[in-house]
């Protein structure tokens, strides 16, 4: 039986995850999550991956959310469990160590786009159609696209979106701000992987500061993200990366990082 997520380290310091379902539109089965629960413990737990890409097979899909036909078949206490279990695999993948980049290869609707939205930066393919219509279905966004999408790009468009449930293609999603960068399909894989490399080309711990720093401080007021930031600037400090950093520029040589 072939993996529903495709795992792979390009580079021996980025980590590829692609979504392998094409002929569901890659849509979040329970055991697809279990495979992309158990490829995100497998890369946090490996201190030599310095970035995470997550794509999906194919141009049609990059996930078209819960997998509506396995739905069906279910309780309502099943569907809370799924919903519940979307969420928290969102969430385990916004908190991964490391920045992650969705390289978005196709169609993102309601758990697919919030999927993203827990990714540190979004590319698309210029193709791309992305919405949060859940409403049109009776529900509303429960794997955290009412609280993501909001942040991310104000509570008036992200009403706009979700109360409408209607899809926005690429260009308007990048003038949103829900995407940082559009490109070809063609180009979308080669370009997520030269970002992928320029990150992890950086200081592994710095990264991980960076990370932790903007993300905490944006659920709070600026004195204490303030603070926050300063604890975070101070662990680099002691770092044996932190004085290649300074020899590596005094001898104009690319450093070598270690994430020690």
Request: hydrophobic share 40%; charged share 25%.
């Amino acid at each position: 039986m072939a993996a529903l997520v495709d795992y792979q380290i390009k580079d021996g310091h980025i980590a590829i995850l692609t979504l392998n379902r094409p002929e569901a539109m890659n849509a979040m089965s329970k055991a697809l999550l279990d495979e992309l629960n158990d490829h995100v413990k497998t890369i946090n737990a490996n201190s030599s991956i310095r970035c995470t890409i997550i794509t999906a097979s194919g141009e049609k899909a990059f996930c078209a959310g819960a997998d509506l036909k396995e739905r069906k078949t279910m309780t309502q206490e099943q569907v809370i469990e799924t919903v519940n279990y979307i969420g928290e695999t969102i969430t385990t993948i916004e908190n991964m160590k490391m920045p992650v980049i969705a390289a978005i290869n196709g169609a993102a609707f309601g758990g697919g786009l919030e999927l993203a939205l827990g990714c540190d930066i979004r590319m698309a393919a210029d193709h791309v159609k992305m919405g949060l219509t859940e409403t049109s279905l009776a529900i509303i966004p429960g794997g955290g696209g009412t609280q993501r999408l909001s942040r991310l790009i104000g509570s008036g468009q992200a009403k706009r979106l979700i109360f409408t449930a209607k899809p926005v293609a690429s260009e308007e999603a990048l003038s949103l701000n829900m995407v940082e960068h559009v490109t070809s399909s063609e180009k979308l894989p080669k370009e997520a992987a030269e970002m992928a490399q320029t990150i992890a080309g950086n200081g592994p711990v710095a990264l991980r500061q960076a990370k932790l720093a903007i993300n905490k401080g944006l659920e709070t007021d600026i004195a204490t993200g303030l603070t926050i930031e300063h604890l975070s600037y101070k662990e680099t400090i002691p770092t044996e990366d932190r004085f290649e950093g300074l020899s590596a520029f005094k001898e104009k040589r690319k450093p070598d990082y270690q994430g020690k």
